[in-house]
């Protein structure tokens, strides 16, 4: 006979979803407004036009800084997991001392607040004459990434069995090529996954964005806001969905590699 589920795991699951709901929500009020044929916000719109995502897609004022940040977010992801995978491997493999005070390093961009961060890397690059420079992005969005590569790649690297890095290395292998072509398959997944959400921070990173921006050279995030302040159109509403939708994307592809890592156990 199937067990009841108790009361209480039903009011917290109703309330989990209901809290999912109301954060969800905002969120997908854009969606109809971006297609509204209005030159103005509206809820709920008149019609059915693609007018604004015409107008993103025509206008270099929001190709340029999308571009921007795709190139930002591409190197973010190539550097934040490289040397986190590495630090990863360091916290598994090595005997470093003082590890705990690594990890909380580590966590550091997580627990220092963002508009804190932020003051401090734009009085460091303006002092090294930095600012906008595409150096300074994929550093400072490196750092906040830094934490999820970390932490992720460490959870591959728990699942996967030491004892075939071991077996290479006995082999005669050594430990680059044990790395190469033992670990690194294994934890690919998990190492592709971590890269996703490397892209992700840096790609919708508003603040540190907004405060190491130039004129010249700007993020996507960053002209959305100067879009809010100045020219609230229904264009903004179409940027939002759209990095909505690439977001949701690259969260499941992240979702299907951590999966294929679990799926595969801890041998793999």
């Not at 934490?147 to 006995?170: C, Q």
């Not at 879009?227 to 509403?237: C, E, K, Q, W």
């Amino acid at each position: 006979m199937r067990r009841r589920r108790p009361i209480g795991g039903l009011l917290v699951a109703a309330f989990a979803y209901a809290v999912a709901v109301f954060l969800l929500l905002p969120s997908l009020l854009v969606i109809p407004m971006s297609f509204g044929p209005d030159r103005f916000l509206r809820f709920p719109p008149t019609g059915f036009s693609l007018r604004w995502y015409a107008a993103y897609f025509t206008s270099s004022d929001w190709i340029e800084p999308t571009l921007f940040s795709l190139e930002v977010g591409l190197l973010t992801a190539v550097v934040a997991t490289t040397a986190g995978t590495m630090v990863a491997l360091a916290l598994v493999r090595g005997r470093v001392p003082g590890r705990a005070a690594i990890e909380l390093l580590v966590m550091g961009p997580v627990i220092v607040p963002t508009i804190a961060m932020a003051i401090a890397l734009f009085l460091v690059f303006d002092r090294l004459h930095l600012v906008g420079t595409l150096f300074a992005f994929v550093l400072a969005h490196s750092a906040l990434a830094m934490p999820f590569v970390v932490f992720t790649v460490l959870a591959a690297l728990y699942r996967f069995d030491a004892n075939l890095e071991l077996a290479a290395l006995s082999c005669g292998a050594s430990r680059l090529a044990a790395f190469r072509h033992v670990t690194l398959p294994a934890i690919a997944p998990g190492v592709f996954s971590a890269a996703m959400f490397a892209f992700i921070i840096s790609f919708d990173e508003p603040v540190i964005s907004f405060f190491i921006s130039d004129l010249d050279r700007k993020s996507l995030p960053r002209k959305m806001f100067e879009d809010i302040d100045y020219n609230v159109s229904p264009t903004l509403a179409a940027v939002a969905t759209m990095l909505s939708a690439l977001t949701a994307l690259a969260l499941i592809i992240g979702f299907l590699a951590r999966r294929s890592t679990t799926a595969r156990g801890p041998s793999a």
